[in-house]
């Protein structure tokens, strides 16, 4: 499994990012053995994806934990949205008459668990479609707006908004204070962004269709704080798209991670000094992860990681991989894994710029 | 599509519609007007300022901007409020008016799109007017739609027909599940 160990720090990375890759990639295709194989075409994955699960987790059987929980349906999550309805109960209690049942989010105030469905489907409520909650498909995706800490005098920038569950969250967490910049490129999901905002009566927030790497551009370092909640492979939501499963190559992954990285920089680069900037995706591939920050940090100068604070049990992040070793400060970010944390598997890291 | 800041023509059509003491809901807002296919509003807090001014220095306009306040348009009515700026002007006002409450058969038909009937109307809220905007009220006093009145004031609901229409529903709830991410954002169907 692991070869000769190649160490890097932070500076040695952004050169070497792509040669790094490469010898992951060499050393994940030198790994494969009977026992991935079979595991493999016993869930229906691509075998390359096993065999990077079991770097990762250390051993075939946790892999086997992994695989089998992404075969259970994730429970459903809601965020009762009180920039609609002043109290909390009272959106639960409503629900609650059309037959559904609940358990609370024991780490966001404003969060439950489906337990029971009722009546008439989530999305479809009077509730639902007066803005009184977001539904999310794990609660996993609450995550990076706790961890970005947002104030009410804040400026901050949503990287890559819509549909709009973090972008709304962020509003809430402000009292529809400060100023929210979401961008997004996709016209599709930018709609959907739009009719988010509308209906959850989110006011502190400026919807501009752009790519966020031109923001630097537009707005320099205009923001105290950014989430970029990168598109990425969905690596970790196998859950609710089983076709994940195989329609991603290791190349794929590549071209991902060069994508993030250049998404990243520009985050970080509209963020003023002292400023903080959470990254966050729903993958637990380190390509896309671990790798995505490595080198983006390497890039720019004055940028550290800093461990998040919140109330899930968070896994470290990874800094060994295939023999290839990344500075031991990203073991700040965190990891969640459906086997362990019962979540979706997510990755979420809080950087913040030196000065200020 | 090009926006302008500032201007008090929203302004003027809230305290026509819903009072002068309405205007205090919106106090310290400043309007953006973006025109298009469609004219629309938008109200922007202090902190929102500086942020559009510098997207619109740069040629490009906002999507979407604070608090969406509604619609205006060449022919009556002038302009068509956002559901969620008359449930804050009622907020504030602490009391409705040019609205009626719908039970809660009629507020499902409502949210399909469909007017709200003499049958589903359980109560009115002066004042009133033919053609003009009038809202639909949930039984928990939510705004569920806003359409055009098809009564000149609510002492005519009791002469009206179990089937006759009193609020033409021109933008409902619903559309948030039918419509909200089709390309053409046709939410006002005037």
């Keep these: ?356 | 599509m090009k926006c302008v800041l500032g201007g008090g023509e929203v302004f003027a059509h809230v305290a026509r519609l819903f009072g002068e003491e309405a205007l205090g809901a919106v106090e310290g807002y400043t309007p953006v007007y973006c025109f298009g296919v469609f004219t629309e509003v938008y109200l922007l807090k202090e902190p929102l300022l500086g942020a559009v001014e510098l997207v619109m220095r740069s040629g490009r306009v906002p999507y979407f901007a604070g608090l969406y306040a509604g619609r205006l348009r060449s022919s009556r009515p002038a302009f068509i409020p956002s559901h969620i700026l008359v449930e804050k002007i009622y907020r504030h006002l602490g009391r409705l008016v040019r609205a009626v409450r719908g039970s809660e058969a009629g507020i499902k038909a409502v949210l399909y799109g469909r007017d709200l009937l003499a049958e589903s109307a359980t109560s009115c809220y002066e004042p009133v007017e033919l053609g003009d905007v009038l809202s639909v009220v949930g039984p928990d006093g939510r705004v569920y739609a806003v359409g055009l009145s098809r009564i000149s004031s609510c002492e005519e609901l009791g002469r009206l027909g179990r089937t006759d229409t009193v609020v033409k529903t021109v933008f409902d709830l619903g559309w948030y599940l039918r419509g909200g991410t089709v390309p053409r954002e046709v939410k006002y169907r005037l």
């Design chain 1, 1 to 356: 499994m692991a070869g000769r160990a190649t160490s890097l720090d932070w500076s040695e990375v952004s050169a070497s990012y792509s040669r790094l890759l490469e010898e992951v990639g060499r050393r994940m295709r030198s790994s494969v053995d009977l026992r991935a194989e079979e595991l493999a075409s016993r869930f229906g994955y691509l075998t390359y994806m096993v065999i990077r699960y079991r770097e990762i987790l250390g051993g075939l059987d946790e892999v086997v934990e992994l695989l089998e929980a992404f075969e259970r349906p994730l429970p459903k999550t809601i965020r009762v949205n009180t920039l609609r309805f002043g109290r909390v109960d009272e959106v639960v209690e409503r629900l609650e008459r059309l037959g559904y049942a609940f358990s609370k989010v024991p780490w966001e105030r404003f969060s439950y668990v489906v337990e029971r469905s009722g009546r008439v489907s989530l999305g479809a409520t009077h509730e639902f479609l007066l803005g009184g909650y977001y539904l999310y498909r794990g609660s996993a995706s609450l995550i990076p707006p706790l961890v970005l800490e947002p104030r009410e005098s804040d400026r901050v920038l949503d990287a890559a908004a819509a549909p709009g569950g973090k972008c709304t969250h962020i509003a809430q967490l402000m009292d529809n204070r400060g100023l929210i910049v979401a961008t997004d490129v996709s016209r599709e999901r930018f709609r959907a962004l739009r009719t988010n905002l509308e209906r959850m009566g989110v006011e502190n927030t400026v919807a501009i269709r752009m790519d966020c790497r031109r923001v630097p551009e537009l707005f320099g370092e205009y923001f105290a704080k950014a989430l970029l909640d990168a598109p990425c492979t969905g690596e970790g939501i196998i859950q609710l798209d089983p076709t994940r499963k195989t329609k991603t190559t290791f190349e794929d992954l590549l071209s991902a991670h060069r994508r993030q990285v250049e998404l990243l920089v520009a985050t970080l680069r509209a963020v003023a000094p002292g400023g903080r900037v959470v990254y966050s995706t729903c993958s637990i591939a380190p390509e896309e992860n671990e790798f995505t920050v490595a080198e983006a940090v390497a890039r720019l100068e004055g940028v550290r990681v800093v461990k998040p604070e919140v109330g899930v049990d968070l896994d470290p992040g990874v800094t060994e991989y295939f023999g290839v070793e990344l500075p031991r400060e990203l073991r700040l970010c965190g990891r969640t894994y459906p086997h362990r944390q019962g979540l979706e598997g997510f990755f979420v890291c809080v950087l913040e710029k030196v000065g200020g």
